[in-house]
């Protein structure tokens, strides 16, 4: 189970982790489409995220803006949105209109890239799979809050997690 779909399901959210491709016109509150990003070019950094264009539905572009906010401020990674290419607004997942394995247009569906593996900072932050995961729990929070989907959670909820240090000893 994934950091993500383990605090998910800890405040009683319902959570499907799909293969690849997804069965064909899959249903569900929210899909999002989670990757990392890599460029040849190392100091290309920061998080970007997509819908199809023109959004299917009208809470995809509000499933982007609590998504992107969440992740923005938790991370403190650059925007890179203005990176966002077609392939990635045309993401086979949810263009219903090229590939039959694609959620169902009434599904609000996102791509986010959470960050590049092929930066140093990036991976680095990445490496640290909670922190992420936090990001995008509290946009998933945020959207399914404002849409009435969720019962009154705490802002910042966590699993907390003991944090382990090394100690070291020198006999003399």
């Not at 509150?29 to 997509?50: E, Q």
């Not at 290419?85 to 009434?106: C, G, I, L, Q, W």
């Given at each position: 189970?994934?950091?993500?779909?383990?605090?998910?399901?800890?405040?009683?959210v319902e959570v499907e982790v799909l293969p690849a491709t997804p069965?064909?016109?899959?249903?569900?509150?929210?899909?999002?489409?989670?990757?990392?990003?890599?460029?040849?070019?190392?100091?290309?950094?920061?998080?970007?995220?997509?819908?199809?264009?023109?959004?299917?539905?009208?809470?995809?572009?509000?499933?982007?803006?609590?998504?992107?906010?969440?992740?923005?401020?938790?991370?403190?990674?650059?925007?890179?949105?203005?990176?966002?290419?077609?392939?990635?607004?045309?993401?086979?997942?949810?263009?219903?209109?090229?590939y039959r394995h694609s959620v169902h247009p009434d599904t609000?569906?996102?791509?986010?890239?959470?960050?590049?593996?092929?930066?140093?900072?990036?991976?680095?932050?990445?490496?640290?799979?909670?922190?992420?995961?936090?990001?995008?729990?509290?946009?998933?929070?945020?959207?399914?809050?404002?849409?009435?989907?969720?019962?009154?959670?705490?802002?910042?909820?966590?699993?907390?997690?003991?944090?382990?240090?090394?100690?070291?000893?020198?006999?003399?």
């Amino acid at each position: 189970m994934t950091k993500l779909e383990h605090r998910l399901r800890a405040i009683g959210v319902e959570v499907e982790v799909l293969p690849a491709t997804p069965p064909v016109g899959y249903r569900a509150d929210l899909f999002i489409s989670v990757h990392a990003d890599s460029v040849r070019n190392p100091d290309r950094r920061g998080y970007k995220s997509a819908h199809f264009e023109p959004a299917r539905n009208p809470l995809e572009p509000i499933l982007r803006r609590h998504l992107d906010e969440a992740y923005l401020r938790a991370s403190r990674l650059a925007d890179d949105s203005i990176n966002v290419s077609p392939t990635m607004r045309e993401f086979y997942a949810f263009n219903h209109h090229k590939y039959r394995h694609s959620v169902h247009p009434d599904t609000p569906a996102v791509i986010v890239e959470m960050g590049y593996i092929s930066n140093v900072r990036d991976r680095a932050y990445l490496a640290k799979a909670s922190e992420p995961a936090d990001a995008l729990f509290q946009g998933i929070v945020s959207y399914l809050r404002h849409q009435g989907q969720l019962p009154d959670v705490p802002e910042r909820t966590f699993i907390e997690l003991p944090e382990l240090r090394a100690k070291t000893m020198r006999l003399k």
